[in-house]
């Protein structure tokens, strides 16, 4: 079979070579897959930033869907066509997150899908909707799961307003989620297109943080007192105007770290303790909390946004994720 490699750091460096189809042993199912989505972490894992002493080489990216073509003994919840995809943290099977749960993480800590077959344990897959295609569904393991999550982190009820930082993938899902619950959705992004692709999802209201870069002032004349709930994917360059974007006893969920490690100015303390904020990181979640998304997936006939490409192209794909073009997930077909 074929399996995209890192050999060595770098998007260039990534190279396509020859494995041998692995075989399922006990408890274990091999997946012919199909379609796999990138996240930023695929990217920065590929360029040797997320994980600086990742064990080489590795087969990258955590979110594939595909087919199930042959069981291992001992096997009972699958048999050979089901349609499934894998989850994020093939330790994390339910209940709260522990040091122990999250390791083997698909892409990282473990080689990941972005391969012809994969062999994952039978609890490390959960059956995908019946109305997407496996590109569709190649989206939902890691960027649908966090929304969900973040959502939730944010008890977000009918009412609501919710703020989501740009147009990539856990974004539009917590647009998406947020609406599915009744919610008000307000977003920043650099691109009046992207914001006007946004609102034919449902965003209530969008402002171009490039043309306004005190966006939380913003969101403070849209709201009069805030925010209910922000879904955070920018990191330290962003977390202190979504402090002051946030209502009172509202709630960041800390996704992602797109803008770096270090604050463009400095956090804010006292905004945490005067509108006693709270600031809960999300780190995907559960098969138990993928099964569950799955059933409001399924009922609302949600379906991801996105673009596809062949697989074969993928370092141009990574590259189209660096330069942040793209809108919603960057799916790869695997033919």
Not at 42 to 54: A, E, I, S
Not at 241 to 270: N, Y
Not at 277 to 305: C, H, T, W
Request: net charge negative; charged share 20%; proline share 5%.
């Amino acid at each position: 079979m074929q399996v995209w490699q890192i050999g060595s750091f770098g998007v260039e460096k990534l190279e396509l070579v020859e494995r041998a189809t692995p075989e399922p042993g006990f408890g274990e199912v091999l997946v012919k897959i199909h379609a796999i989505s990138l996240n930023f972490r695929d990217l920065m894992m590929v360029k040797g930033l997320y994980n600086p002493r990742l064990k080489l080489p590795r087969i990258p990216c955590s979110d594939g869907a595909g087919e199930v073509v042959a069981v291992g003994a001992g096997v009972t919840q699958w048999k050979t066509g089901d349609r499934v995809a894998g989850i994020f943290m093939q330790r994390w099977i339910d209940g709260p997150a522990t040091p122990e749960k999250i390791k083997g993480a698909l892409g990282g800590d473990i080689d990941g899908v972005l391969a012809e077959y994969v062999v994952l344990s039978e609890n490390g897959v959960v059956e995908i909707p019946e109305h997407l295609s496996y590109q569709e569904a190649a989206t939902l393991p890691c960027a649908a799961v966090t929304a969900w999550n973040a959502l939730a982190a944010g008890d977000v009820r009918p009412g609501a307003t919710v703020l989501v930082q740009g147009t990539g993938g856990v974004s539009l899902f917590a647009l998406q989620f947020a609406r599915l619950k009744g919610a008000r959705v307000l977003g920043v992004s650099s691109s009046d297109e992207k914001l006007a692709q946004a609102r034919r999802l449902g965003l209530d209201a969008g402002v171009n943080y490039k043309d306004t870069p005190e966006w939380d002032r913003w969101v403070m004349d849209e709201t009069g007192e805030g925010v209910d709930l922000i879904v955070e994917v920018g990191g330290a360059g962003t977390l202190p105007r979504s402090l002051r974007a946030l209502k009172m006893g509202g709630t960041i969920a800390q996704v992602g770290v797109l803008t770096g490690a270090e604050p463009a100015e400095p956090l804010p303390v006292p905004a945490i303790l005067h509108k006693q904020a709270r600031l809960r990181g999300i780190y995907v979640g559960s098969r138990q909390d993928f099964i569950e998304m799955n059933k409001a997936v399924s009922l609302a006939q949600l379906r991801p946004v996105g673009e596809d490409f062949p697989w074969t192209v993928a370092r141009e794909v990574l590259a189209r994720m660096e330069s942040g073009a793209h809108f919603g997930k960057l799916v790869m077909t695997v033919a």
